[in-house]
């Protein structure tokens, strides 16, 4: 099986077989394509971080998850203000467009 995210499109692609495409079926945001056998041979998702969010912030935890950092380094990034934010008590929340537009 193959993950691939493009962060500039937000286009999640999961291939489950090496197997040519012969026909898809696009409903909702999902694209499910079938090999010439009528297995399932992977899905695309577009507009994926949109799909699997809860909310339109994320958390420290969930930006170093995306973007593939640490947290020091995105709190580094806070103190250059390199990074947008918006602080709750002590946590600090950021939009997932701006989050997004970073990894692009």
Do not use: W
Not at 4 to 30: C, P, Q, V
Not at 33 to 56: A, C, E, Q, W
Request: aromatic share 8%; with cysteine.
């Amino acid at each position: 099986m193959k993950v691939r995210h493009d962060t500039a499109l937000d286009y999640l692609t999961i291939d489950f077989a090496d197997e040519i495409e012969a026909k898809s079926i696009y409903e909702n945001g999902i694209i499910v394509r079938y090999g010439k056998s009528g297995n399932v041979v992977g899905i695309d998702i577009t507009d994926s971080m949109r799909l699997f969010s809860k909310s339109d912030l994320m958390s420290l935890r969930e930006v170093c998850d995306y973007l593939g950092v640490s947290e020091s380094t995105i709190r580094r990034r806070i103190r250059a203000r390199k990074i947008k934010h918006v602080k709750e008590g002590n946590r600090y929340r950021f939009k997932k467009a701006d989050i997004i537009n970073l990894d692009g």
